[in-house]
């Protein structure tokens, strides 16, 4: 990231609502956002990568990770989102990975600029091009920021996105 770009562009933000860059509260806020944002866009850093580490005899069962909780940040107002992704997939060849490591490939995903139904279909994806396994199915449930703070001004929605691939039914979820 180009930390000195982020910090301008802040400060032309903060004078273009008309705000003074050099009172007290707002001195160091172009700093503060430049290093919020490194922080929560780190996943651009990041390889999405999800090995097959465990070999266990497996076959034909359906393995369930339930309430993965993520925090992104929407690409059309730069708004947050988040909640959870529920996971199911049945391997093969008994190809599993650790549960931690489908929190990691999440983290991945979320921790860039995002919207709810590419990050789905990303994590899906990555799933079965890495593990290789019979099907997978990827549930996101998330509050998205821009709907409760600007346009409709609803607060509570709840989006849910899924993405199955290969042979897993959809009601395991």
């Known amino acids: ?7 301008q562009g802040v400060r032309l ?3 273009g609502i008309g705000e003074d860059v050099k009172r007290p509260g707002l001195q160091k806020t ?28 497996v076959a034909h069962n359906t393995i369930i990770i339930r309430g993965i909780s993520f925090y992104s940040m929407c690409e059309h107002h730069l708004l947050p989102f988040f909640g959870e992704v ?9 190809r599993i990975a650790g549960f931690s ?5 999440v983290e991945t995903y ?8 590419r990050m789905t279909n990303q994590i899906a994806d990555a799933i079965m091009e890495q593990l290789q396994p ?3 199915l990827v549930v996101v449930e998330a509050r998205q920021l821009c709907v409760s703070m600007r346009g409709s001004r609803k607060d509570g929605v709840r989006t849910e996105t899924r993405a199955m691939r290969g042979n897993i039914s959809a ?3």
């Open 30 to 57: 172009p700093e503060r956002v430049a290093t919020m944002l490194e922080e929560i866009l780190a996943g651009y850093s990041r390889k999405p990568q999800i090995e097959a580490d465990i070999s266990e005899a």
């Open 171 to 173: 009601d395991v979820l």
């Open 110 to 117: 979320a921790r860039r600029l995002q919207l709810q139904e």
């Open 134 to 136: 019979e099907g997978v």
């Open 1 to 7: 990231m180009d930390r000195e770009k982020i910090i």
């Open 101 to 105: 490591a489908f929190a990691h490939l």
């Open 13 to 15: 933000v903060l004078e």
């Open 86 to 94: 529920h996971i199911a997939y049945r391997p093969a060849q008994n």
